[in-house]
């Protein structure tokens, strides 16, 4: 369990999902002060790993275990660019082990304004987290096979991210070789949703979140779907698509069946909406 210490005066609370444990996260007023272990970085989301490395850049002295966090203390323009940019996030909640060198190495980095492949460098990971129930790579432009996953994403409890442009072995590839503009991509995979989906399909293209950018020199994009556990299904080809680990599972009849009465139920739990009989 992440261990916080407060010295001083009140302060507001601010809550964190950290491994399914609650903690307390800066927000403070005056003369208050929290600490945090540096290894739970890697689990925090990007304003509280934000606030986390602009700490480390400004504190006064960091012990071994802890960096101290200091509410008078903004977060400088470096920080921002890092905490807005989604593939500097994904190096940083990469890296198995905050060493105080790794930090130190990841604040120069920082401060020196470096890109993801800087940031990776510094901290001796891979600019790409291994695929996840939450994450996919896909290393070219299909639509298909970019839909089928856009779908799956939206069927299941946790929001999802699809970069495209990037291998399964984690190398990026990028997307010049289709010869396509940003636009003419965009407009593909939303119109290629629209002609394959049904159900809630309409949902899933007005919810998703279509970014490019360029990473080692390639052109990358990444499509951010968000969490969703209403009683709107969506289907891909006619067929009921969830994520399952690492994959697009398809659902036999009996698994159909079985997912929808899940989510009937779960519905029920979270709206304390009464069930029609």
């Given at each position: 369990m992440l261990k916080l210490t407060k010295r001083g005066g009140s302060f507001k609370l601010k809550v964190a999902k950290i491994e399914e444990t609650k903690v307390l996260l800066q927000d403070c007023q005056s003369n208050d002060e929290l600490t945090v272990s540096r290894n739970q970085l890697k689990h925090f989301g990007t304003i509280e790993t934000?606030?986390?490395l602009n700490a480390f850049c400004h504190a006064d002295y960091n012990d071994s275990d802890r960096i101290f966090l200091y509410p008078d203390r903004t977060c400088s323009e470096p920080v921002l660019k890092?905490?807005?940019?989604?593939?500097k996030m994904n190096v940083i909640q990469s890296i198995p082990d905050f060493s105080i060198e790794t930090m130190e190495k990841i604040a120069l980095a920082i401060t020196?304004?470096?890109d993801a492949e800087d940031l990776a460098s510094a901290a001796g990971v891979s600019m790409w987290?291994?695929?996840?129930?939450?994450?996919?790579?896909?290393?070219g432009y299909n639509p298909d096979a970019i839909s089928e996953a856009i779908v799956a994403f939206f069927n299941s409890d946790e929001a999802g991210t699809i970069y495209l442009g990037v291998s399964?072995?984690?190398e990026t590839v990028g997307l010049e070789a289709n010869g396509m503009t940003e636009d003419q991509m965009r407009r593909g995979?939303?119109?290629h949703l629209r002609q394959t989906t049904s159900g809630s399909g309409a949902m899933v293209f007005n919810r998703i979140k279509i970014k490019f950018d360029t990473v080692q020199g390639h052109l990358i994009a990444k499509i951010e779907v968000p969490s969703h556990q209403g009683m709107e299904v969506a289907y891909f080809k006619n067929s009921l698509v969830?994520?399952?680990d690492c994959t697009s599972h398809h659902l036999s009849p009996e698994e159909h069946t079985q997912w929808l009465l899940q989510r009937v139920k779960a519905t029920y739990i979270q709206t304390n909406i009464p069930l029609a009989v």
């Open positions: 934000g606030m986390v890092v905490v807005d940019d989604a593939v020196r304004g470096g987290r291994p695929e996840s129930s939450t994450l996919e790579y896909k290393s399964d072995s984690l995979i939303i119109n969830v994520r399952i």
